[in-house]
């Protein structure tokens, strides 16, 4: 699994006009990207690093402040661009397996207290975000 995240001081995701996900205040916006081998376990090992890690001020985390997380599919992050000019997604999950891991990943935080909003599966969303720093991490499990 691959995730790149966002410290933020806001954000929120848009499908067909409508807001389905928001955090207002200090939190993390994390793009989530899942990969063949990815597994349940990868996913609550994600879970847990994005709620302990240390990269909101003062060197605190979503844990220690109680801050939200947005978490947003996105199977880009597997794209690969070295060759040619277009990308090939060969690295990426189909969605039948990456769903339900994204999923994991967001019941897995639920669990360990946090409060999460999401986008929404396989939609065009618009995604929004007032980048904190900016600081900008990729955590790859």
Sequence with gaps: MR???????GASVVVEGRTVGEIVGPGL????GVTHEDTREKAAQLAR?????????GEKSCSDLDAPL??????????????GRRPTWNA??????????VDEV???LRTLGA????GRFGAE?????????????LLEM
């Excluded at 995604?127 to 900016?134: A, E, F, K, M």
Aim: aromatic content about 6%; overall charge neutral.
């Design 3 to 9: 995730a790149v995240v966002q410290r933020v001081s």
């Design 29 to 32: 916006c994390v793009l989530v």
């Design 49 to 57: 690093k994005l709620w302990s890690v240390r990269i909101l001020e």
């Design 70 to 83: 947005l978490v947003i599919s996105q199977f880009t992050l597997y794209g690969d661009a070295r060759k």
């Design 92 to 101: 990426a999950a189909p969605g039948e397996i990456a769903e339900p891991l």
């Design 106 to 108: 967001v019941a897995q």
């Design 115 to 118: 409060h999460v909003e999401t």
């Design 125 to 137: 969303m618009k995604v929004s975000l007032t980048n904190d720093g900016p600081f900008t991490v």
